[in-house]
């Protein structure tokens, strides 16, 4: 299911700001172009991610929309070299978590959860800042130690 509402380039454009600033990061693109910003795709360096993985290079897309007055998104990243994937997702698929929900898939485990999440920010930019620190600094580091 996709997210509701219609896109900001102005918020893309930060997002897309964010997203280069980041270490991890070796390419940021607008898909499906800059003309149309449906969202924005990252390019993760598998070796600056914690645990290492395959030579595939992970990725993380970023979609945020409005409706009604309400923002939407979905941060989400996908490691091909596992099929791990996880992300915070601001959407109307599990309600019973509240507005967000962090979820996860780990297909060699066959293991995969949703559980209630919270930024502390609202502003799009910090919001991803504030996940993509959540992601390189907990999430994928506890991979090795689950």
């Known amino acids: 299911m996709g997210l509701p509402g219609v896109t900001d380039s102005a918020v893309y454009d930060g997002l897309k700001d964010v997203l280069q600033r980041q270490p991890e990061i070796t390419a940021v693109e607008y898909e499906p172009d800059s003309i149309s910003k449906r969202f924005v795709r990252a390019t993760i360096d598998p070796n600056r991610v914690t645990p290492t993985t395959g030579p ?3 990725t993380l897309e970023v979609e945020w ?3 009604d007055g309400d923002a939407y998104y979905r941060i989400h990243y996908a490691d091909p ?3 791990f994937n996880c992300g ?5 698929d599990h309600p019973e978590l509240g507005p967000v929900h962090f979820q996860y ?3 060699e485990t066959g293991e995969s959860d949703h559980t209630s999440a919270h930024f502390s920010k609202s502003v799009p930019a910090e ?3 504030e996940a993509i620190e959540r992601l ?3 999430r994928l580091p506890a991979l090795d130690t689950e």
């Open 136 to 138: 390189f600094d907990d």
């Open 127 to 129: 919001v991803l800042w």
């Open 56 to 58: 595939q290079s992970p």
């Open 105 to 107: 898939e780990r297909p």
């Open 88 to 92: 915070w997702h601001r959407d109307e």
């Open 81 to 83: 070299n596992t099929g």
């Open 65 to 67: 929309r409005y409706a």
